[in-house]
């Protein structure tokens, strides 16, 4: 460095040093001498990196209000129609209102029916049916003969959306003949061994025939028959039926019915047998789960009885598998009516009207696959003044029965089988089963089988215009007294049957059945063999 550098450097710290006790008065004097431009250097710095962030998100819901003024359209538009595409209409079938069918056969067999449905719009329908079926066997079994003759008429009319009137009038004839006797060594006219049956029944039904804005379904009831037979034996019935259902969210009906059950019954004496019942339930609905939950309330002759109404319902797999459970009873009334229509043979005269206590307990399972609906189940009931059919032998010796009460206590299983393999192929199956039957006082319970099966098919063929029908009728033999007092058991019974029918036109058909093909001879009633093989053929019409 150079004496002026060094000067200069010394001069300016002085200068600094002396500055603050400088006045304004001071005055600084000389001259400075710079033989050197001013060269000014920054220093070398570290580079510091610096790594930018986003600022915190705004979680604070702001709520917006819109106020869009109304604007409403006033362009009409006609709705759009739906069409299926790629799919053929099935055939329309034609309504028929009414049909008939003759037909005659070997043993002498004659049958003949008509029905017919009308209506007027939506006010009123009614229909009117008719029908004999008769059959001679006496080229066989002496006097194995009968005729049915029935005849109903109905009608609706529909006063109001809520309410409906419907009125029933119907009348039977029905003659069978007590065939039951030694044809070896006896012989009875036609007159002497014939019971005829006539009964004519009113009925009448006031409900409501839409569900009305309460949710409430209701119905009144009034029955009436009247029976007489040939020997001057008279039966009267009246029953006054009285029910109301309510609907809770549209699936859970609670039932109220009152029922009043008048029996009047005279031969050479004069039988009442009144009942009148109080049955409440209620049943619950859900997807997986139904419950029904109730009583039913029987009086007779002051006294009281009350026998459950529950079951439950559980759906493991939908509808295809269900279990089920439940428990019910009732007083079943045994009239000359129910009586003579189980047994024709009946010698009612002098036979006391009760009523059987009834109760079941029973479980089983069952279910729908569509193609395949079935239902098993397993009872245990108990029934006090069950009527069985016990032999009486007259004098003349003609063979009717005489009721006789015992207490029974059944054991039972049973099963129904609904199935479609193919497309027109139906076949049903029942099967009934007492595995245990045990009575108090009688031997056996006489008159009533402990076995029972009915299996049928029909298969339709031609486009629906034939059908075949095959029948299976299984039952095994009947407890009877003989002549002597000895307890025995017929034969069952095998009874194979076929049949069809085919429509020539739209209107106009014929068809065919084949009775008891292996000829069977099963007594159902002691000294009542069934007829053997029969057939009939005849032609069919609707229209």
Not at 257 to 270: G, S
Not at 375 to 401: I, K, M, P, W
Not at 499 to 514: E, M, P, R, V, W
Not at 516 to 535: A, D, H, M, S, T
Request: aromatic share 14%.
């Amino acid at each position: 460095m150079t004496f002026h550098h060094k000067s200069l450097i010394i001069f300016c710290a002085l200068l600094a040093g002396a500055q603050p006790a400088m006045t304004q008065d001071d005055k600084v004097t000389g001259s400075v001498d710079i033989y050197k431009d001013f060269d000014a250097r920054l220093l070398e710095s570290n580079k510091i990196n610096l790594s930018p962030t986003l600022p915190p998100i705004d979680t604070n819901t702001v709520r917006q209000d819109y106020i869009v003024p109304p604007r409403p359209l006033t362009i009409d538009y006609e709705a759009p129609q739906l069409r299926p595409l790629g799919m053929r209409s099935g055939k329309k079938e034609d309504p028929y209102n009414g049909f008939a069918k003759l037909g005659g056969g070997v043993p002498k067999t004659f049958w003949g029916e008509a029905g017919y449905y009308f209506s007027s719009g939506e006010q009123f329908d009614g229909k009117v049916w008719v029908r004999h079926h008769s059959l001679n066997a006496d080229n066989s079994v002496e006097n194995q003969r009968f005729f049915n003759n029935d005849a109903l008429i109905g009608a609706n009319v529909y006063v109001s959306e809520n309410l409906a009137v419907e009125g029933n009038l119907g009348y039977s004839f029905d003659r069978v003949h007590f065939y039951g006797y030694n044809v070896d060594t006896l012989s009875f006219s036609e007159e002497r061994t014939r019971q005829d049956y006539k009964m004519l029944n009113l009925g009448g039904r006031v409900y409501n025939s839409e569900r009305n804005d309460a949710d409430m379904n209701f119905s009144v009831s009034p029955k009436f028959y009247l029976l007489n037979d040939f020997y001057s034996n008279k039966e009267t019935g009246f029953d006054f039926n009285l029910s109301a259902t309510k609907w809770f969210d549209e699936k859970h009906p609670l039932n109220v019915t009152i029922r009043t059950d008048l029996t009047t019954f005279d031969d050479t004496a004069k039988q009442k047998l009144n009942n009148i019942y109080l049955q409440p339930n209620f049943t619950f609905h859900s997807d997986i789960l139904n419950i029904r939950v109730g009583g039913n309330f029987a009086s007779n002759r002051d006294e009281f009885k009350i026998f459950p109404d529950a079951e439950i319902t559980l759906r493991l797999v939908g509808n295809g598998i269900q279990i089920f459970g439940g428990a019910g009873g009732d007083l079943r009334k045994n009239t000359y009516r129910s009586i003579s229509e189980y047994n024709p043979f009946i010698q009612i005269r002098g036979a006391k009207l009760r009523n059987t206590e009834y109760r079941n307990y029973y479980a089983g399972i069952k279910g729908d696959f569509g193609f395949l609906e079935y239902t098993g189940q397993f009872s245990y009931a108990t029934a006090n003044d069950l009527a069985l059919f016990q032999t009486n032998f007259e004098s003349t010796g003609l063979t009717r029965f005489q009721t006789v009460y015992d207490t029974a206590k059944i054991t039972n299983i049973q099963g129904t089988v609904k199935l479609k393999p193919i497309d027109g192929l139906l076949i049903i199956g029942t099967l009934s089963q007492n595995i245990a039957f045990d009575v108090n006082n009688q031997a056996q319970p006489w008159g009533v089988p402990k076995l029972e099966g009915n299996f049928n098919a029909v298969l339709s063929v031609l486009d629906g215009k034939a059908k075949l029908r095959g029948g299976l009728y299984i039952a095994d033999g009947i407890w009877f007294k003989d002549q002597e007092n000895i307890t025995r058991q017929k034969n069952g019974l095998f009874d194979v049957s076929l049949g069809g029918n085919y429509y020539f036109s739209d209107n106009i058909g014929a068809f065919l059945d084949i009775n008891n093909i292996l000829n069977n001879k099963r007594e159902r009633w002691f000294n009542y063999p069934v007829v053997g093989l029969n057939f009939m053929a005849g032609l069919t019409a609707r229209f």
